[in-house]
């Protein structure tokens, strides 16, 4: 079962913080967490990915509970070009499988 | 620009006709992907090449679905006899083989829309 758990929505105000989480309780030893998001019209953008440890980038920062059957991605100070759909998804390269399953993610909406 | 290019963007057809989609992957990378994703929903698997060679496909790939990567660059996604149900958006992705276990990062192309009519 490749499958996370996600809110189907969440709003924020502009400027402050965001937490989108994410449930992945099956997951096994050797997946990885994607996080993407994707813009109307567009194909999805890589944001950030992690093993165990919590992981920072330019976008984003992704906090991964010890056990690992949830993880946490933050912006940091949302923006209106925030705004998009965004997908949690393990990635089993790790055991030799390269296809990532995406559910419905979650479709964040930044309030000026 | 050096990201994954799909052409065309828009396609409309009629109901039985074929249509062909073109991928250009980033350059050098040696893993290609097609995705298919309609309204509402996210993508959704649907084969993946390393180099030439098609390792994965799901069965979403109908007997009407072929994807070829002949010389591991370029790929292109034909369907034949299209139906309304084929009525999506086509994603193109790439990735590297970096050769270590560090997650299997994607990119997407802009995605290719087709509507059958």
């Known amino acids: 079962d490749a499958k996370t758990t996600q809110p189907n929505s969440m709003e924020s105000n502009e400027e402050e913080p965001v937490h989108l989480p994410c449930n992945h309780s099956t997951i096994s030893g050797t997946d990885y967490i994607h996080w993407y998001r994707q813009l109307p019209s567009q194909g999805p953008e890589y944001v950030i990915h992690g093993l165990t440890s919590n992981v920072n980038n330019r976008m984003a920062s992704l906090a991964i509970a010890e056990d690992r059957k949830s993880s946490t991605l933050i912006l940091h100070r949302a923006t209106l070009r925030d705004a998009a759909v965004y997908y949690c998804i393990r990635d089993g390269s790790g055991a030799g499988s390269y296809q990532l399953t995406f559910g419905k993610g979650t479709k964040l909406s930044v309030i000026p | 620009d050096t990201g994954v290019s799909q052409d065309p963007r828009h396609k409309i057809t009629k109901r039985g006709q074929n249509v062909t989609f073109r991928c250009d992957p980033i350059?050098?990378?040696?893993?290609l992907y097609w995705y298919r994703q309609t309204l509402g929903q996210g993508p959704e698997f649907l084969t993946y090449f390393q180099n030439e060679a098609q390792l994965e496909k799901s069965r979403l790939l109908s007997d009407r679905f072929s994807a070829e990567r002949p010389k591991g660059s370029f790929s292109t996604l034909e369907i034949q006899r299209t139906e309304q149900g084929d009525s999506a958006m086509y994603l193109c992705?790439?990735?590297?083989?970096?050769?270590?276990?560090?997650?299997?990062?994607?990119?997407f192309g802009e995605g290719s829309w087709l509507t059958v009519v």
């Open positions: 350059s050098e990378h040696n893993r």
């Open positions: 992705a790439s990735s590297f083989d970096y050769g270590t276990v560090s997650g299997n990062t994607i990119y």
